[in-house]
Every structure is written in C-alpha cells, then in structure tokens.
C-alpha cells in the first residue's frame, strides 16, 4: 500500500495479520530516495553511513506518522 499516512492502513494491518510481509509508504519514499541519490551522485557513499541516515529517517517518520 503506497500510503504514507496513515502509515498502517487497514490493507497492511490486514497484510500483518495473516503474516504477509508489508512494507510501508514510509520505506518505499525512503528506499525511492536512496536509489535516485545512488543513481545520480558521482561520489561515494560508506554503506554504513547510509544505514544510519536510512535508521534515522524511519525513526523520524515513523514516530511522526504513528502518534
């Protein structure tokens, strides 16, 4: 479900509740971001630089979006 809020829809909540695996809005408009970023910066990136921003940006959206 490409929603960003609610950040649980009743789909995923459904989804969640028979044991499907989910991936919300929230992970699709971050991951979306990361590849273009990839795709077009010329520079280099240290993989665990980019997990900590990918971990901070779900903490922030998630906290912001399940209140």
């Known amino acids: 479900d ?11 909540k459904k ?6 695996n989910i991936i919300s809005g929230i ?3 971050i991951f ?3 590849d273009a970023f990839l795709l077009f910066c010329e520079e280099r ?3 665990n630089q980019i997990s900590k921003q ?3 940006l779900r ?3 998630f906290k912001l979006l399940f209140k």
């Open 2 to 12: 490409v929603v960003y809020t609610p950040a649980k829809t009743d789909l995923l």
């Open 15 to 20: 989804g969640e509740k028979v044991g499907a």
């Open 27 to 29: 992970d699709l408009f």
């Open 32 to 34: 979306q971001a990361l």
């Open 45 to 47: 990136v240290d993989k």
């Open 54 to 56: 990918i971990h901070f």
């Open 59 to 61: 903490q922030h959206y």
